[in-house]
Every structure is written in structure tokens, then in C-alpha cells.
């Protein structure tokens, strides 16, 4: 099975930038679940998707959060604009969550 | 509601068997159990997964009660590269629904 790259691996930006992570590769018809990682909270599900298609986006502020797949094989996580309290490394995972990318460590000042 | 508890953590001396248990008392009938850890720095990692039989792979054996209410995760003979969070989860196999992580275990392989 290919594994799950993330990408950036790091990213820092200034608070109200657009900022977009990547997953990939998204093989058929898998399943795809966006985490966020802090110290406080640990590892929060976001959102998971599967053929394009939200199955629970409950966890994720939508007002400055997106998650698509723009094609068959890559999955990404937008937020716009970010804020300080988006500061955290963010993971995606594919299929049934057996394979984790190893995160983009966002930092948003 | 948290599904599962875990001890905060543990050590375990190199070349021992770690014991690593879980308690999840709520579990339905449909639901596996199933366990992930995460290296510093590093996305979680499956390890292992069973509904009520024993399951043993190359990396770990998993020993599940009879009654189901609680796990053991078993690492043979443990490194220093298997320090680590180890996560318990529970949740319905071979359907895509979510997958939540809790705190997990902290564990400390000591030489």
C-alpha cells in the first residue's frame, strides 16, 4: 500500500493568510479523515469524507475551515483566514485509518 | 463520552514485556477494538485489532476478555524505539465511520 504523504511538512504564516494542506495519495474509494493535534486536546477528528463526500464534518469550523478532494487522488484541508488558535500539526489518514500521513505542523502568528 | 480508559502512562524496562491495558465496558457487540501509537513527531500508527479472539501480528499480540469489557496490548520485548502514546480505540470495522482518538497511554521504555 503507498503511504500517505502530508505536505508541507511545516508551514508558518501570518494570522488572516490562506493556508491549504495536502493528503495524497487518496487511492479509489477510500475514506479521508482530517486531525488536529495540540497539546491541549490532543488528537480532535475534524472531518472525514468519502467519494468527495462529507460523512461527519461536525468537528470542523466551517466558517474558516474546507475540506475537498480535488481529484481522485489528493485530499485538502483550507483555512481561511487562519487565526493563532489554528496553530497545530494536522494529520490526514486514509482508508479505514490504517495509514496516517506523518502531519503539516501549522503555525499561525 | 470517552469509550475507552487508559492508564496516563507507564515505563517498561528494555527487552521486557509491556502490558498495556485498556477498559471499555461500553463496547457493542460490532465494535473491534483496536490500537494505534504514535512515535514523537510522527502520525499515528496502527498496530493491531480484534473483535474477541486474541489476535497476535509481528509488532504486538492483543488479548481481549471474555466478557470484552477490557484489553491488553502486548509488546513482546519491548525497545527503545517503542516509546511512544499508545492509543485504544473502539469502533465498528470494515465501515468508514469515525475513528476518535482519547489521551492514550504514555510509555516509557527505560535501558
Known amino acids: 500500500d503507498a503511504r500517505v504523504t502530508q505536505t508541507p511538512r511545516h508551514k508558518v504564516t501570518e494570522m488572516g493568510q490562506e493556508v491549504t494542506m495536502r493528503c495524497q495519495p487518496i487511492?479509489?474509494?477510500?475514506?479521508v479523515f482530517w486531525y488536529r493535534q495540540t497539546m491541549m486536546q490532543g488528537l480532535e477528528l475534524l472531518a472525514y469524507?468519502?467519494?468527495?463526500?462529507?460523512?461527519?464534518d461536525s468537528g470542523m469550523p466551517k466558517d474558516r475551515f474546507s475540506a475537498e478532494m480535488p481529484d481522485a487522488t489528493l485530499a485538502t484541508l483550507k483555512i481561511q483566514p487562519s487565526e493563532p488558535r489554528d496553530s497545530a500539526v494536522y494529520f490526514c489518514a486514509r482508508g479505514t485509518g490504517w495509514h496516517f500521513g506523518n502531519g503539516t505542523r501549522l503555525t499561525v502568528t | 463520552d470517552a469509550k475507552t480508559t487508559q492508564p496516563t502512562s507507564m515505563d517498561c524496562a528494555e527487552g521486557r514485556a509491556a502490558n498495556l491495558p485498556c477498559n471499555h465496558s461500553t463496547i457493542s457487540g460490532n465494535e473491534y477494538v483496536y490500537w494505534y501509537r504514535q512515535i514523537h513527531s510522527q502520525g499515528p500508527q496502527y498496530i493491531i485489532h480484534?473483535?474477541?479472539n486474541n489476535e497476535t501480528n509481528e509488532m504486538a499480540s492483543l488479548i481481549i476478555t471474555e466478557d470484552r469489557k477490557s484489553s491488553t496490548l502486548i509488546l513482546p520485548h519491548a525497545t527503545l524505539r517503542d516509546t511512544a502514546v499508545y492509543y485504544c480505540i473502539v469502533r465498528v470495522a470494515q465501515v468508514n465511520n469515525d475513528m476518535r482518538f482519547g489521551a492514550g497511554t504514555r510509555l516509557t521504555v527505560k535501558p
Open positions: 487511492l479509489g474509494h477510500n475514506t
Open positions: 469524507f468519502r467519494n468527495r463526500a462529507p460523512l461527519d
Open positions: 480484534g473483535l474477541k
